[in-house]
């Protein structure tokens, strides 16, 4: 039965034309299909990165796919962004953000969704889809309150945080702003992917007299890297890019401010700044670009293969 | 720009990079072993809390109560005086041009199926087709490329996409460029009211375009990691069998990732449902292009009407409602299977 089945499809396209024909044509109707859509996809972007290289009078003047006639290319652009005073300790106060408050929503998350996936607790289900629901609240909705509690409950302003010489506390409260925004989306994710893990394997493991904690550093983290993964990259980003949550809850001091709300004054402040706009998207996208290229080699198949036995 | 200063606050980095972890690791490890101290039936009692716990407590701070205010306040006007159903019945006025009517048609219709069905479709078509080429990262980057760029950024890219200069003079948006190239009069994408006042499909589209351009990366990139997530001997032995391409896809490939195709299209429906950056950026919902976020953010901050600001996000939340009930049913039936 194999075999016949096997042979069918050959026989179909003997009839139209020569197998190799066929054949080929698919291949580079494949290559002609990725190229193609991943081309047009890229246009916008790379309209955005001809634009920064070009002298912002001409932007407005021409389309940016004139570029080359006459030639106009110009670093006064990256330059001016730059030259930007604070812009390293923005650098690395962005950095000082974005780690926390993607290691602790994720970690946390990954708690969270292994009881929800494995573990047995009243209303679970509940909690769970009220958990989900929570993904649909609007952020905005969230600022005044919560503000007005760390300020006036917890007494937690940049100033008296700053005042206590603890480093990294002045971060503190954005860190967990982030990690409570972040959190649905993260025990979401990763619950339905623990949800999908073949149920022998922890069987096997508990008949082995494994613990709680083995079971879930030593299996079902190694088993679900590339749902991690993805959500680092998300998490990750999502911080690196966010102005609204950092202006709210740190404000703009130099000495806390993330790269954003320094790049969000610069072209404001100065007015006529849309001009940095272009470089300054460009000189931000740097980094989740970098953590998305490195995070990528775990995207591969196979981890699951050979998990379970017979 | 000197980098130097990335060095220089050595015990900030410490505590932030190696303290952060260490917390979160030293709190599960000594909730189990609290938890191994107790009586045997408690254990699986107690357990699922100590997971669950940090979770629920930061969620509960940041999203339930803030929530829950909402929905008090969306029954009150400023002073807090008891106003019953008026902020509700403010928004839903006029039908169908007046109060949210245009932001829920928005976000209700326009977004929620065109956002998610493109943006679902687009993301499972290129992680199939980039997993059979060997350039598959190279082009994955460039997808996901959008993703990094920040909202404001996003936002600004698409209003030169769509930049409109009369006929006869350049055309600096590449998308008119494109349209007058064919000999067509240049478009106002982003105040188009085609077909109709009533039904301004064109210019909502271009905003969603905008949006779904910004997003797809991130369907791309988990339904990538569940195709991953496929055993390679399941698709060999489907071929060997001698199946096509398309039902090796149709039989195999979609049943496998139907779960997680559920998890990202709840998600893209939230998304969709609380749209905010790219209308905020392009249009600030002017032009019939009004969406439930951004309509509560103007009342919240603009207009500073708290009642009519929570009535509209109570609206929103309602809105979510059908989607929590097909999740439910979803994951039932995974625990039916087990």
Known sequence: MTVAAAAQPSAVAARFSPGWISQLLQRYILHIVVIGLTVGWTLPTIGLLVSS?????????????????????????????????????AFFNSFMVSIPATVIPVTIGAFAAYAFAWMKFPARNWIFLALVGLLAVPLQLTFIPVLSFYVNQLHWTTSNLEATGIPGLPWVPLWLAHAGYGLPFSIYLLANFFRAL????????????????????????????????SLVIFQFLWVWNDLLVALIYVGGAPEVAPLTVNLADLTTSLGQGSNLLTSAAFFSMVVPLIVFLSLQRYFVRGILAGSVKG | MDFSVLLQ??????????GVPAILAAYIVGGEFLVRRLPDKNRPQVRPWIWVGPALILVTGYLLLPALGTI??????????????????????????????????????????????????????????????????????????????????????????????????????????????????????????????????????????????GITGFAMVILSAALKGIPGELLEAARVDGAGEFTVFQRVIFPLMMPTIVVVGTTLVIFALKAFDVVYVMTSGNYNTDVLAFRMYHQLYTAGNNGHASAVAV??????????????????????RR
Do not use: C
């Open chain 1, 53 to 89: 290289f070009r002298p912002f009078a001409l932007t407005k003047t021409s389309g940016w796919w004139t570029v080359l006639t006459p030639l106009q290319f110009t670093f006064q652009n990256y330059t001016d962004v730059l030259a930007q005073s604070n812009l390293g300790q």
């Open chain 1, 198 to 229: 073949p149920s022998d394997l922890f069987e096997s493991a508990e008949i082995d007299g494994a613990g709680t904690l083995t079971v879930f550093f030593r299996i079902i983290l190694p088993l679900s890297v590339p749902a991690i993964a």
């Open chain 2, 9 to 18: 606050d050595i015990p900030t980095l410490l505590v932030v990079i190696l």
């Open chain 2, 72 to 213: 008090q306040q969306s029954f009150q006007n400023n002073e807090g005086v008891w106003v019953g159903f008026n902020n509700y019945a403010s928004q839903f006025a006029d039908f169908p041009t007046g109060g949210a009517w245009i932001a829920i048609r928005n976000n209700v219709i326009f977004w929620l199926i065109f956002y998610t069905l493109f943006t679902l479709a687009f993301g499972l078509v290129l992680a199939v087709l980039f997993d059979r080429v060997r350039y598959e990262s190279a082009v994955k980057s460039l997808i996901f490329m959008p993703m990094a760029i920040s909202s404001v950024a996003l936002g600004i890219i698409w209003i030169f996409m769509y930049s409109y200069a009369p006929p006869g003079e350049t055309q600096i948006g590449t998308l008119n460029a494109i349209v007058t190239f064919f000999h067509h009069d240049p478009v106002v994408w982003l105040q188009d009211q085609w077909p109709s006042e009533n039904f301004n499909l064109l210019n909502n589209l271009a905003l969603i375009g905008a949006a779904i351009w």
């Open chain 2, 315 to 336: 609206i929103l939340l309602i809105a979510v409602v059908p989607v929590l009930i097909f999740n439910l049913r979803q994951f039932r039936a995974v625990e039916a």
